[in-house]
């Protein structure tokens, strides 16, 4: 109890229930989800977050019709002044290809980043193709044709994704390039994570890219990747920790890291950090006041939470240089601060 006293001593309780207004990614929808229902559980008040994808999240926040916008690709420091917006790293995952391939267990499959985009740009299209072979000498590999799932709505994930392949291929990177959305070479589209892990575990011989939470509770199977060191890793907390390991955060605005293809023998290579979005000089002061102590309350106690769900918490370094960022950024229309430092 002491430390929950302590977790929201920085906020003025409100008088009366609230219900705080959230929508955006669909990766870290699942935590999210997990706490809001513990934090109404202590404070009686609720957070309504709409899973509806990135690109649905920032038009909403820009809009106002959000008390916060949810992204996993980063706005870059001149999209965030323009729109008075700030932004914060919330918590992590990681990106993980998953496949539906008879006789291939989960883990067993190896991919490298060449590979992978080729898949992705239709010029590998059979499991048994060479290059395939090359890596998985171990495995009877089926002579099937490979079905590409892919996002058809705009996709944190699907930034992530690309950004990665843009970064081991240069194929991909001129031909398709990165965003949320693309123009996908070959793949039957789905929306969200939910739709891309229901058709993967829907069709045979296909392969898609989901977040690690998801591709855990669908029980699909997960491919292992080459890194950028050369290693073959595991997507698991410990991976996904070392790929952020060193990463500076405070290198640009916005905390707008990408954390693609990062060094390290155990780097997971497609791991990514989900932001937060809120407005500078919100329009209800009393719920992105609100909102900020639901965020305050999930990075102090909704580690374990997120960790039961394989998200991966922030650092505490950078928690600490995000709390700053509240107190001296977001204020009200008389330009009082809607966050102070707990003592």
Do not use: C
Not at 17 to 31: E, H, K, Q, W
Not at 114 to 122: H, P, Q, V, Y
Not at 257 to 262: A, C, G, I, R
């Amino acid at each position: 109890m002491a430390v929950a006293g302590l977790a929201v001593a920085a906020f003025a309780t409100p008088a009366a229930a609230l219900d705080i207004s959230g929508a955006g990614a669909s990766f870290p929808y699942p935590v999210y989800a997990k706490w809001a229902e513990a934090f109404k559980k202590e404070t009686g008040n609720g957070i309504n977050y709409q899973s509806i994808g990135s690109g649905g999240g920032i038009k909403q926040i820009k809009a106002k019709t959000v008390t916060f916008g949810a992204t996993d690709a980063p706005l870059g420091g001149e999209e965030l002044e323009k729109d008075g917006l700030v932004q914060f790293p919330m918590v992590m995952g990681g990106i993980v290809p998953v496949v539906n391939i008879d006789g291939v267990k989960p883990g067993e499959l190896v991919l490298d980043g060449d590979t992978l985009a080729k898949i992705f740009m239709g010029e590998i299209s059979n499991w048994n193709d060479p290059a395939i072979k090359k890596l998985n000498a171990n495995i009877n590999l089926p002579s099937q044709g490979i079905a590409v799932v892919r996002r058809s709505d705009g996709s944190g994930t699907t930034f992530n994704f690309t950004d990665y392949l843009s970064k081991v291929s240069a194929d991909w990177k001129s031909k398709v390039g990165s965003a949320t959305a693309v123009e996908w070479p070959v793949g039957i589209g789905a929306k969200g994570n939910e739709g891309v892990a229901n058709n993967v575990s829907q069709t045979k011989g296909s392969i898609g890219y989901v977040e690690y939470a998801y591709a855990k509770q669908n029980k699909l199977s997960h491919t292992k990747l080459v890194n950028k060191d050369g290693k073959v890793v595991e997507p698991v907390t410990k991976t996904f920790q070392a790929a952020a390991a060193n990463a500076d955060w405070n290198s640009v605005p916005g905390f707008a890291v990408v954390l693609t293809n990062e060094p390290g023998a155990d780097s997971w290579p497609i791991t990514a950090a989900t932001f937060i979005l809120m407005h500078k000089v919100p329009a209800n002061a009393e719920h992105a006041a609100e909102a900020l102590r639901f965020f305050d309350w999930a990075y102090t106690k909704g580690g374990a939470l997120a960790e039961e769900l394989d998200y991966i918490p922030m650092p505490a370094n950078v928690v600490s240089t995000v709390k700053a960022k509240w107190a001296s950024d977001i204020k009200d229309a008389s330009g009082k601060s809607l966050y102070s430092a707990s003592k």
